[in-house]
């Protein structure tokens, strides 16, 4: 327990930020805990995954939030009643479960606030992934499989959605460098050395690895 450690990652859509937790989760032998948290929520709370998928890392409209009422939320909708949780009630469910697994093992997370839930983990190293403008809408448009103007549209908005999302649920700032223990451009350094470049950084952090 004690040799444990987490990685968290923040990152920009379209910046690779996935790629490279999924490369450094089979470097270092470690899970890579993505949308397997959001899994978790839908079973505790017994409804589909699906309806959480766009809920996450972004706040629901006002009009949206109007309408969510009671302990754990009911959101009106169209043809009658659709259970849902609020944005607080998401933001604590996918918490405790971060929690729970940050404290079994090592691992890495990828976004929802990770940096920020285990904040006070005491072996925790914090990256941050992003890339020039150009290869994120290449990276878009071909995930996504649409247009340039619709992936410039996607990105544009998920950015506003998460600095949104740090803003009122994790409250650090998402875009400083001096928030992070290494920031990457993947642009410039690629997927193997931003892998290459976080494990120097645990090893020198941490003592844990040797290259």
């Known amino acids: 327990m004690d040799n444990n450690y987490v990685i968290t990652i923040s990152h920009m859509i379209g910046c690779g930020g996935a790629e490279v937790g999924q490369r450094l989760s089979k470097e270092l ?37 109007f309408f969510i009422s009671g302990p754990v939320g009911t959101l009106t909708v169209t043809g009658g009643e659709k259970y849902l949780p609020s944005d607080r009630e998401l933001f604590e469910l996918e918490s405790k479960f971060i929690k729970e697994i940050a404290q079994k093992g090592s691992a890495i997370f990828l976004g929802r606030g990770a940096i920020y839930i285990l904040r006070d983990f005491p072996r925790r190293f914090s990256i941050f992934v992003y890339a020039d403008m150009e290869d994120r809408i290449k990276r878009v448009s071909q995930l996504y499989n649409i247009s340039r103007k619709e992936a410039i549209d996607m990105i544009n908005k998920n950015d506003r959605d998460r600095e949104n999302y740090m803003k009122t649920f994790v409250k650090i700032p998402w875009l400083d460098p001096r928030t992070y223990d290494l920031c990457v451009n993947t642009s410039h350094v690629g997927f193997d050395n931003a892998v290459k470049y976080v494990i120097d950084g645990i090893n020198h952090k941490f003592k844990i690895h040797s290259l």
């Open 29 to 65: 032998s470690i899970p890579f805990v993505d949308r397997e948290i959001l899994k978790k929520v839908a079973d505790y709370l017994n409804i589909p995954e699906s309806d959480l998928k766009e809920r996450e890392e972004k706040l629901v409209s006002f009009w949206e939030q």
